[in-house]
T-cell receptor, first 116, second 107 residues
């Protein structure tokens, strides 16, 4: 079975342009996470979905970031407009239970965004 | 102070050496996760543990709940073990990550 699939793997855009990342979680996983990982740092949570509902978006910079998970399966993370400081790796993760703390999480390969 | 602290930040070893990476956390946890991240790659889960010790091949993870400390050991290290190793505290529906330890194993 395929794991968590993200696309694109790499993206280079000019500042002030929009960008979107896509994530297809493991089939049957109702919990989906978007993380941002800056160079030399651990990932930081942006948003958590339970099915199609965003249950924790407290760390999502809502002035420029938006996310959706229509039908509770695939998810899209968008940045508009992008800033230089948004350069990072954007990771998607999914798991089969809402209690991530004590269940295994499965991560995608990430999208490396470079804003120039 | 970060809720999850790892040491060392960088580690260089010769092939065959025994490796230890340490993790201390200040939050309550349901489980402590050890993850591996290769350059340009995604994150792979190595271990999830809430007590005692787990072993998988040459990798061993231990946790001391009272001291809020965990260690990841690699026996007979190999250049293919070169990666970033991340410890994460699992609680309250989320993972809180350490900054990672960059391990380089030279042949």
């Amino acid at each position: 079975e395929a794991g968590v699939v993200q696309s694109p793997r790499y993206k280079i855009i000019e500042k002030k342009q929009p960008v979107a990342f896509w994530c297809n979680p493991i089939s049957g996983h109702n919990t989906l996470y978007w993380y941002r990982q800056n160079l030399g740092q651990g990932p930081e949570l942006l948003i958590r979905y339970e099915n199609e509902e965003a249950v924790d978006d407290s760390q999502l910079p809502k002035d420029r970031f938006s996310a959706e998970r229509l039908k509770g399966v695939d998810s899209t993370l968008k940045i508009q407009p992008a800033e230089l400081g948004d350069s990072a790796v954007y990771l998607c993760a999914s798991c089969g239970s809402s209690w991530l703390g004590n269940t295994e999480a499965f991560f995608g390969q990430g999208t490396r965004l470079t804003v120039v | 102070k970060n809720e999850v602290e790892q040491s060392p930040q960088n580690l260089t070893a010769q092939e065959g050496e025994f490796i230890t990476i340490n993790c201390s956390y200040s939050v309550g946890i349901s489980a402590l996760h050890w993850l591996q991240q290769h350059p340009g790659g995604g994150i792979v889960s190595l271990f999830m543990l809430s007590s005692g010790k787990k072993k998988h091949g040459r990798l061993i993870a231990t946790i001391n709940i009272q001291e809020k400390h965990s260690s990841l050991h690699i026996t007979a290290s190999h250049p293919r073990d070169s990666a970033v190793y991340i410890c994460a505290a699992g609680s309250n529906y989320k993972l809180t990550f350490g900054k990672g330890t960059l391990l380089t194993v030279n042949p």
